[in-house]
């Protein structure tokens, strides 16, 4: 049944009066009678379908272009630019007493684009809701259907997992209810993030520092890094010493090393320097013998294509991405790039935890990789690879959605980072559907023992090499400590061969602590505790270094100080916000609430009135906590003290200490060896007080308004002599003259 709006009492009183008048009216034989009876009992939608096209609502206005392009005449694409309702931000807007009520208003902003849609669905045949395939597009298009008057009951929704015409136009012609179930989730997620982090933020205001929130994912997340800081303050190293040594199989002139492992029949390892020269000593003239050489081959299966985790932690240690970029760009390669002049999706739906792929999609793969590597690197059955535990599985994984075109086949119609993320994606994609490698590992065991000494030693040397490449043809696996597993091979040796000690080394090293969380490896960690969900990973990461309680330097994640005054208020008060046991089953009730198996309301009937309990224990027991403020070397030049770093709602600022009496603020700025083109002076990079984005100002501003977006540069135009400014062109960095456009190659950006 058409998806139509819902008919109005207005509309309803009109035709009661139509079928009043034809009643009373005469007619021919009862054939006008018939005839106005009738056409009184057309639904709106049907007196629409004469003058109006079919209507697609999607969220963002580039994908809503490229879907334009596969529907064709009939249909209007309009977007809704995301959400288009939420709770208020001034109040709690739930309804706690009335069985957790939500208060929805419109968002900022979106009232004229609700207007311009509400004006396309009263003269549209049919309205379709296309939002994205997930909880959160569930909502999206739930709420436009509250808005339009649609009834959700109908076959409004349509869903596709990859922006491609026949995916549209497949999903086009089998729409479906609403799913409540979906949007019953979502609602419970969002209403029970509201009531944390409206009711805790209060708190933390009044006991520690103005302007702090608190939030439940972020919560966890911080106190894992936390936790991670604690272990390394705690660790205390241990000495150790490895003692390696170099043989070489009698005249050969390939040498290889081999490690210490064993003294008298048991592991041994040196503790200290005293042990390591005894060690020395008692192989000083030693002879050294093979005792035991093992063989063997194994397979590398290939890995599974990407889910959003994944292609986060490998888009983190490839290519230095943070979530929150990585995300971005995935989302433009999902919404349709333009290619030869036609828009198209070019990779599958980018949040997803499943690995599962279609048939049709395996089997273009195959054809594929048979044509381009030959029929040894395609199994004989396609890949099927075993998803995670808790697992959605609502999406395939991450693929290209057309395997024919390749990275440097459409190098030319993208920027340098979609390039680069589509490339991981599609040779990740075509590595998991090829066979395994085949590597052949040898490992050795040397007997070493000198004459007229009763201590024996034992040393391990192992070696590989590959014996047939397989996917690893197309794709390998990154690492956290960027480092890539390399072929290491060793000479031909056989039971029995004696070797000449070259050299013998001590090597003094020390036990480490664990290493602290990079953004993929805390992406990981937060998968595999089922913390969150694929599109909950980004988010929370940029919210805990936003609001100051996680720094990143360096691709490393560590705590502030305020993050762990935070962190140990919480678990001292709120053990359960801040657990991960708490937190994982909490999102396995979620889903619960999605599979139809759980009430939202139910669940955050469950966990509000413990918290509130807890709530107000908390703010009758915790005392005051003061955390001083950083001291920067910046004088305030009203009173000549030294200021100090504070975080407000646009970010850190620098402050004068003696607030109230002396109410100066600075930004923060930082200056740029370039000197500003209009007068002279230093430019100073600055941040803008929405979003925090980067921007170059003049130091004499306002007296001198020159402003620029892009990281200036030091070289002038060679063609005019102007100002240039650095640039990511579609075939890497490049300078860019902003008077007469001229561009010239550069290796790198000297800005970054």
């Not at 609700?114 to 309205?127: D, H, S």
């Not at 230095?320 to 070019?346: D, H, N, P, S, W």
């Not at 590597?373 to 396609?382: A, R, W």
């Not at 490896?521 to 980004?538: D, Q």
């Amino acid at each position: 049944m058409a998806a139509t709006r819902k008919t109005t009492a207005t509309e309803e009183n009109r035709n009661q009066e139509k079928k009043a008048a034809v009643k009373k009216a005469p007619s021919k034989k009862g054939t006008t009678a018939k005839k106005a009876t009738a056409a009184s009992k057309k639904p709106a939608a049907a007196k629409r379908a004469a003058k109006g096209e079919k209507l697609v609502v999607v969220e963002s206005p580039a994908k809503a272009k490229t879907i334009t392009k596969f529907l064709g005449k009939g249909f209007r694409v309009v977007a809704s630019n995301g959400h288009v309702r939420d709770l208020p931000k001034s109040q709690l807007g739930v309804d706690v007493e009335n069985g957790f009520t939500p208060k929805y208003i419109t968002l900022r902003g979106r009232g004229e684009v609700l207007e311009r849609i509400r004006k396309e669905a009263r003269g549209a045949e049919r309205v379709y809701l296309a939002t994205d395939p997930d909880r959160e597009g569930e909502a999206i298009s739930w709420h436009l259907s509250q808005v339009l008057g649609i009834d959700g009951g109908e076959d409004c929704r349509i869903v596709f997992n990859e922006i491609t015409p026949n995916a549209v136009k497949n999903a086009i012609k089998s729409p479906r209810p609403l799913d409540m179930d979906l949007v019953d989730a979502q609602q419970a997620r969002r209403l029970l993030d509201r009531l944390v982090g409206y009711k805790l933020s209060p708190l933390l205001w009044a006991k520690v520092r103005k302007g702090l929130s608190a939030g439940r994912v972020q919560s966890v997340a911080t106190r894992i890094l936390c936790d991670r800081e604690e272990e390394i303050r705690a660790f205390v190293p241990e000495e150790y010493w490895v003692i390696t040594a170099l043989l070489a199989p009698g005249k050969a002139k390939k040498t290889f090393e081999a490690k210490l492992a064993a003294k008298n029949g048991k592991k041994y390892e040196a503790r200290c320097e005293a042990d390591a020269m005894a060690v020395k000593e008692a192989l000083a003239g030693a002879s050294y013998r093979a005792a035991e050489v093992k063989k063997a081959e194994k397979l590398r299966n290939a890995p599974p294509p990407f889910t959003t985790s994944n292609l986060q932690q490998e888009a983190a240690r490839k290519l230095g991405f943070t979530t929150k970029r990585t995300m971005l760009i995935a989302q433009q390669l999902y919404e349709g790039v333009e290619v030869k002049g036609v828009g198209t999706g070019l990779v599958t739906y980018i949040r997803t935890d499943s690995v599962r792929v279609s048939a049709d999609a395996q089997q273009a793969t195959m054809a594929l990789l048979r044509e381009r590597f030959g029929e040894q690197y395609v199994p004989e059955k396609p890949n099927v690879f075993k998803g995670r535990k808790n697992a959605q599985d609502a999406h395939e994984a991450i693929r290209p959605s057309y395997p024919e075109m390749t990275p440097d086949a459409i190098k030319q119609y993208l920027t340098p980072e979609q390039y680069k993320l589509y490339r991981l994606i599609y040779n990740r994609f075509l590595a998991s559907q090829m066979t395994p490698a085949r590597i052949e590992t040898v490992s050795v065991l040397l007997n070493a023992q000198k004459k007229g000494n009763k201590d024996a030693f034992d040393f391990r040397a192992t070696g590989s090499r590959v014996l047939f490449d397989g996917y690893t043809a197309v794709y390998t696996e990154g690492h956290d400590n960027g480092e890539e597993e390399k072929e290491s091979r060793l000479p031909a040796i056989a039971e029995g061969d004696e070797f000449a000690c070259l050299d013998l080394k001590a090597d003094q090293h020390f036990t480490q602590p664990p290493m602290r969380y990079t953004e993929a490896s805390l992406v990981r960690e937060l998968e595999e505790l089922g913390i969150g969900r694929p599109s909950t990973f980004a988010p929370t990461i940029t919210t805990i270094i936003e609001r100051g309680y996680v720094k990143r330097e360096k691709r490393v994640l560590y705590p502030t100080e305020l993050g762990e005054i935070v962190t140990r208020l919480m678990k001292e008060n709120f053990p359960d916000i801040v657990d991960v046991k708490f937190t994982a089953d909490m999102e396995e009730k979620l889903d619960d609430v999605e599979e139809g198996k759980l009430k939202g309301t139910a669940l955050l009937g469950e966990f509000y009135g413990p918290f509130e309990k807890t709530l107000e224990k908390a703010e009758a027991t915790i005392e005051k906590v003061e955390i001083a403020d950083e001291v920067s070397d910046v004088a305030c030049d009203k009173c000549g003290a030294m200021m100090v770093y504070k975080t407000g709602r646009f970010g850190r600022f620098l402050a004068c200490p003696n607030f109230p009496e002396c109410r100066n603020t600075k930004p923060i700025t930082e200056p740029v060896d370039v000197p500003c083109p209009k007068c002279g002076a230093k430019l100073l990079k600055r941040y803008a007080k929405k979003g925090g984005k980067p921007f170059y100002g003049c130091e004499r501003y306002p007296e001198c308004d020159f402003v620029c977006w892009d990281p200036p540069a030091k070289e002038k135009c060679p063609n005019c002599g102007g100002f240039m400014v650095q640039k990511n062109g579609r075939s890497g960095p490049e300078l860019k003259c902003t008077a007469c456009g001229n561009t010239v190659k550069t290796a790198k950006n000297a800005d970054e």
